[in-house]
């Protein structure tokens, strides 16, 4: 359409410019062609051609990628229902009256759910329900079209893979802990689907409204915390449930229909959200999808730990326990773990995993004490060696100081191993009134924590994978040769180094000679922790540098 020049006029009706001078009389000036603005629809059409012209792909290559991940999908759900059928077949029955303290399978998975929930709010939260990536913010965000139609895929893609995750967590654990089936287990996961979408359009709308991702990450904290909360509360007052109901029909429809009315709202209030938001959280998004692709954990934590802007309003801290340059490296980790909520909540959920496989007593047996003690201490671990695998990114601080790289090493695993003390702990007092003789249990953990320190720094300094090395054809896509050593590095100290604790476990008895042979296999995994001979590109890169200058000297 065609329409006049916009330019301002004089009192006489003269055209004048953004100066307030008369503009000439000149034909070129008068009329101009706006052209026809497109819908949101045909900009996302248009779009989606030209990658795929760009990339070449064609419609049969995309059905093959479809039919490849969900197959791919499919196999993975089935295949962990079948171990977790297993695993439920191979627990002993339920007793007949429940002890008081004890806790009954069907409240835990109870509680499971409530913190899968929780996890899920938190991760939503972080990453944004709804955002943009770049190149979309770059050139989406600035044209005068309709924001929703432009929004609307990204709006109900994440609360679709939601509904799937959910839907497949409340199947497997129903159908293999809980032993449903038929139109019991169909409506259970119909109703973990929608609950799951209920969660993310939550978020999603708290997002519109003008809510911090940090305090729709921190409600999620709060959710996965009350987990274990109220998992002691049941054991402390004996009130367990002896089954769970099965869900009815009509609560499916409800679930349903509150998440049709919550995805209703989010979509009118897709246009309202500020581009910054959008930007932040497609930003946050890209990082962590790109971070699974890779097979890069590190990646993956660095982007939910910083996918949440930090608050206006923080306390600072006079760090006076940094006397030199060795206590400024334990403070700087000590720091950044008490800044980070979610390690934080992630060591209290750890600590609480052996109290509750000690509490239900179909979980209170040697496989599911080890698997317990296996998983809360490395996730204890893991949440406090946030530090060396921020270094391992930016090892600024450890290039500053006076330090050697081992002696850095080492000190990267203070924190950690305070943290595994304490952990071991709380694991190890139940884990030995679970066995008896709760003093040898005790001493066991403590002399073990310094694996638990290795093994997680050693992960969070491996190096990352050689994607410039030939690639291997998987289910999963295509990966390089020797992902595999390279994901182990941390994982193989805890499977080898702790022997001792994993053979006392079994037997259910602590001697002398598994204790002094934990002391020698913890010296053991200290000292290849600290080994530099495997650097990560960063540190490779900074050697180089320092080479050439010196050679420049």
């Not at 990646?299 to 326990?321: D, I, K, N």
């Not at 020797?482 to 080898?496: E, K, M, Q, T, Y």
């Amino acid at each position: 359409m065609t329409g006049p020049a916009v330019s301002p006029a004089g009192p006489a009706g003269a055209e004048r410019d953004s100066a307030g001078d008369e503009l000439p009389d000149d034909p070129r000036v008068g009329d101009f062609d706006l052209g026809e603005v497109p819908s949101a629809r045909s900009i996302r059409r248009f779009t989606a051609q030209a990658a795929r012209a760009k990339a070449g792909a064609s419609v049969g290559s995309l059905l093959t990628d479809v039919y490849t991940a969900v197959t791919s999908v499919v196999i993975s759900v089935l295949i962990v229902l079948g171990v977790v059928q297993q695993l439920g077949s191979a627990l002993p029955p339920a007793p007949p009256a429940h002890a008081s303290g004890g806790l009954s399978l069907p409240a835990l998975v109870a509680l499971v759910l409530l913190a899968a929930a929780g996890a899920l709010l938190s991760t939503a939260g972080r990453l944004g329900p709804v955002g943009a990536e770049g190149a979309q913010a770059a050139w989406w965000l600035p044209l005068p079209v309709d924001r929703r139609g432009l929004l609307r895929p990204s709006a109900r893609r994440v609360p679709l893979v939601a509904a799937l995750a959910g839907a497949s967590v409340v199947v497997v654990l129903e159908a293999g802990l809980l032993a449903r089936g038929g139109g019991d287990l169909l409506r259970a996961g119909l109703l973990g689907a929608c609950l799951a979408g209920v969660v993310v359009l939550a978020a999603a709308l708290a997002q519109t409204r003008g809510v911090p991702r940090r305090r729709i990450a921190l409600a999620g904290d709060l959710v996965l915390v009350a987990a274990p909360v109220l998992a002691a509360l049941v054991v402390l007052t004996g009130r367990t449930p002896a089954a769970l109901p099965s869900p009815s029909w009509l609560v499916v429809v409800g679930a349903a229909a509150t998440a049709a009315l919550l995805a209703t709202a989010v979509d009118r209030r897709l246009g309202v959200l500020p581009g910054r938001t959008l930007r932040e959280g497609g930003s946050v998004a890209t990082q962590a999808v790109g971070a699974v692709v890779s097979l890069d954990s590190r990646e993956l934590g660095r982007a939910l730990t910083g996918g949440v802007a930090p608050s206006v309003r923080r306390r600072v801290s006079r760090l006076r326990t940094a006397r030199g340059p060795a206590t400024a490296l334990v403070t700087a980790d000590l720091v950044v773990l008490r800044r980070s909520l979610r390690h934080v909540v992630q060591i209290v959920v750890a600590a609480g995993l052996p109290v509750l496989a000690t509490a239900v007593p179909q979980l209170a047996s040697t496989v599911g004490v080890l698997v317990a003690v296996l998983a809360g201490g490395w996730m204890a671990a893991s949440a406090s060696a946030e530090g060396a695998r921020w270094a391992e990114m930016a090892p600024v601080l450890d290039r500053l100081l006076p330090l050697g790289h081992r002696t850095v090493r080492r000190l990267r695993m203070v924190v950690p191993g305070v943290v595994a003390l304490l952990w071991s702990l709380v694991a190890f007092a139940v884990v030995g009134r679970w066995a008896g003789a709760t003093q040898d249990w005790l001493m066991l953990g403590v002399v073990a924590a310094p694996v638990w320190a290795a093994a997680a720094v050693r992960a969070a300094y491996r190096p990352a994978p050689r994607w410039d090395k030939p690639l291997v054809a998987t289910p999963a896509g295509a990966l390089p040769t020797g992902v595999l050593s390279v994901i182990a590095r941390g994982p193989d100290l805890v499977a080898f180094c702790l022997l001792p604790l994993w053979i006392a476990i079994g037997l259910g008895t602590v001697t002398t000679l598994m204790v002094t042979a934990q002391v020698w296999l913890s010296v053991i995994a200290v000292m290849i922790a600290s080994s530099t001979a495997e650097k990560g590109w960063m540190e490779r890169m900074l050697d180089d540098q320092e080479q050439r200058k010196g050679a420049a000297a």
